[in-house]
């Protein structure tokens, strides 16, 4: 892999410094020796379309699945539809008086367990360490698995992260475990202390303390129009934090639950044509992935 980049690297360093035909063909020819010498480098293509509109390269005409190269349309289309700088925001409900709390998501596909760590923190520091019902509405989601890879934040900023999402009919057996910190496992404690250590700013307690009675997940929210409700924000560290984390790892939950938040295949195949006339009726986008859609094999 480590060989293949340097290939592709010296051949855009010759496209730099040449003339845009001899760099063209230069290219050309340094990738397409390159994949004759690989095993199976022959089903491969590569392919670049000239001012004319026309397509060269080395097997360009050949069809071949797109696979994680789709991970890099999704991310050129979040970069171009929210900018690279833009934060998921989850809001967050309080009424004291009947201790319930309401989650309202925003299709977050960032939001992990670091991150409910930080609200519980957060949520101790406000006073708050028991409720006696949390809901989270259907735009919420949670996942699992993070990478050791924490920045600074506070209510109002976030973590970056990379996960394995978790699937919505799950939120509340997994927030109902999560939330009751006195049922936590030996490892959820061990993480719990590992990012208190890691935060320089702002410093996390050593530990937390949350009790929730009961845990929904509803259409609505019970809480909006009622006194006495208490409003906060916690966002997401900038997009392009997790994008660059997503492609680097190769992760095919987070891509695709970025394409289905930035509108899926339709909304894809719209921003395609409008935006570079790109597409027809015989192409197709399924997922953010590249990899098939569960039961369709459609990508």
């Known amino acids: 892999m480590a060989k293949a980049m340097k290939t592709l690297l010296s051949a855009a360093l010759m496209a730099a410094t040449m003339g845009q035909a001899g760099a063209q063909t230069a290219t050309t020819t340094a990738v397409a020796n390159h994949l004759k010498r690989l095993p ?5 293509a590569f392919c670049y379309a000239i001012e004319e509109g026309s397509v060269q390269g080395y097997n360009q005409d050949k069809p071949v699945k797109i696979a994680s190269v789709m991970k890099l349309l999704t991310t050129f289309w979040a ?8 934060r998921f925001r989850t809001r967050i409900y309080i009424q004291p008086s009947n201790k319930e709390m309401h989650v309202e998501g925003t299709r977050d596909p960032f939001f992990d367990r670091r991150r409910l760590f930080l609200l519980l923190a957060d949520l101790n520091k406000l006073g ?4 006696n019902r949390v809901t989270f509405d259907e735009n919420f989601r949670f996942d ?18 990379v996960m394995k ?4 009919q799950d939120i509340k057996r997994k927030m109902t475990d999560a939330l009751n910190t006195a ?10 202390t590992q990012l208190a250590k890691a935060s320089a700013s702002p410093k996390l307690p ?9 845990v929904d997940v509803v259409p609505m929210n019970p809480l909006a129009g009622k006194p006495g409700v208490v409003v906060f924000d916690v966002q997401s560290a900038p997009i392009s934090m997790y994008l660059r984390k997503m492609n680097i ?10 394409f289905y938040t930035l509108g899926g295949a339709d909304a894809f195949r719209k921003f395609m044509k409008e935006k570079y006339g790109m597409g027809s009726e015989f192409t197709e986008v399924w997922t953010g992935s590249g990899y098939p859609t569960l039961g369709n094999d459609r990508h």
């Open 165 to 168: 999402s978790v699937a919505a």
């Open 249 to 258: 790892h190769s992760v095919n939950s987070v891509a695709d639950e970025m």
């Open 40 to 44: 199976d480098g022959s089903k491969s």
């Open 128 to 131: 708050y360490k028991s409720m």
């Open 79 to 86: 970069v171009e539809k929210l900018g690279p700088n833009y």
């Open 183 to 192: 049922q936590w496992s030996k490892d959820r404690k061990v993480l719990y």
């Open 144 to 161: 699992i698995q993070a990478l050791d890879f924490v920045t600074n934040n506070s209510l109002s900023m976030g973590h970056a992260h």
């Open 206 to 214: 050593s530990g937390v303390i949350f009790k929730a009675d009961a």
